[in-house]
């Protein structure tokens, strides 16, 4: 969109108190209608472009959504045989109350269960843990 702005046609009367004349009257009025017919364009315009952006943004945040929700779908723990997971889990566990922040070292395993449903039912399923 080209934005043409003219120039006034009477620099001295900004500068002055005095009135136009019938002609300088009639060359402010033009630049009067010129500059609200392009205000009103450039109005239009910026309705436009919001609502552009508007639906963008409505289609940036559901992308990113997407990605928030499938990106984990692929994370390698999910792919972790369950004798691995268990293992790590009991690798996990305190040797005494000495290396625990648990009053109880027994509590320990219930953390593991509190995770994830595929991991409570790992957890569960892991005599060693118990």
Known sequence: ???????????????????????????????????????RAVDAEIQKISAAWSYLREKRDALQNTIHRHDPLLAPIRRL???????????????????????????????????CKPWKQCAISSQRLW
């Open 81 to 115: 045989p369950e004798d691995v997971l268990r293992h790590i889990f009991y690798l996990s566990l305190p040797g005494s109350l000495k290396q625990s922040s648990f009053d109880n070292v027994l509590v320990a395993p219930l953390l593991l269960t509190q995770v």
């Open 1 to 39: 969109m080209q934005i043409d702005i003219q120039l006034s046609p009477v620099p001295h009367l900004l500068q002055s108190y005095n009135a136009p004349n019938a002609g300088e009257v009639r060359s402010i009025s033009r630049l009067l209608t010129n500059a609200r017919r392009t205000l």
